[in-house]
């Protein structure tokens, strides 16, 4: 069997409340009394049992994290580091993979997983409020991105306009003046990619610089593949940027290999700015300027959200809240050095 509280707390000749109240890590043990208990703690190899911890508060200690694409680097770390961020609270994280497809993200937020999880977070892409109005369960749920939804659900985001125009501003200041916009979409869900391109246009027009139709080449997706596509097809018509923002890490990525196929030389010919700050970008033979994210920040402030919510009392008030980003400078747009 393992070792009990009643062991750790005959070890240490103390009562198992004191032990209780050590392992919870309650304020009014004094610093000798903590100190002896953990030392039989560390001496008896005594491992906390979360789980009932858990249920005597009627809680699983499970959290869900629905993101829509685990095959994008940026998903990737930022579930890395919401994991890390509920590790740190005693909670597991379970994850799901939307897609970005409305039903599968309806069926995430209306609860099939309810019974098993304490709250969720959810990345949407396609849910609509309409969706999250008939929600009829009471698991916290804490949304992250850009789209803006008016309800009383805590939100996470960065300011993406605000972003942008820092990477824009960023390439005017070395003095490029024809700078293309890589990963536009047309359709009216996507919000990340308008508010991007919002932010290109709104700092080209306040440097006094055209921001024509014709350089905003848009993509079907947001992969290596569709950037490389969307660079191909802006070269071809005789559109030649002398810098580019794409939407993300990967879009930039992906034009990146069709500028040095095309004989064009990152950045002299043209420079190039992403989003995301994936480790991808770091690695590649041209590092990349990137907007990075403070995914740390987004982890914990979802997580903490999560948390605020199971213990608040009364009806639920949806929270704004804005995590910071800061622009990297690497070798795409300054060269090596």
Known sequence: MGVSLKDVAEHAGVSIKTVSNVVNNYQHVTPA???KVQAAIDELGYVPNLTARHLRKG???ILALAVPELGNPYFAELAGAIVDAAAEHDYTVLLDHTRGERAREVLVSQGFRARVIDGLIL???ELEA???????HDAPLVLLGEREY???FDHIAIDNVAAARLAVRHL?????TRIAYLGARTDRSNRPAHLRLRGWREELTAAGLPAPDTLVAPTSGWDRGDGAEAMARLLESGQR?????AYNDLVAIGAMRVLSERGLRVPWDVAVVGFDDIAEGQFGAVTLTTISPDKQSIARL??????????AEGPPVGRELTAEFRLLERESTLGRR
Do not use: K, W, Y
């Not at 309409?130 to 009829?136: A, Q, V, Y």
């Open 241 to 245: 940027p002398d810098a580019v923002f």
């Open 302 to 311: 979802a997580v903490e959200s999560v948390l605020h919510r199971l213990q």
């Open 150 to 152: 008016d309800l009383p």
């Open 123 to 125: 990345s949407p892409i």
């Open 33 to 35: 009394m903590r100190t």
């Open 172 to 176: 005017i200041g070395l003095g490029r």
């Open 59 to 61: 809680r699983t200690g």
């Open 130 to 136: 309409d969706d999250l109005r008939s929600r009829d």
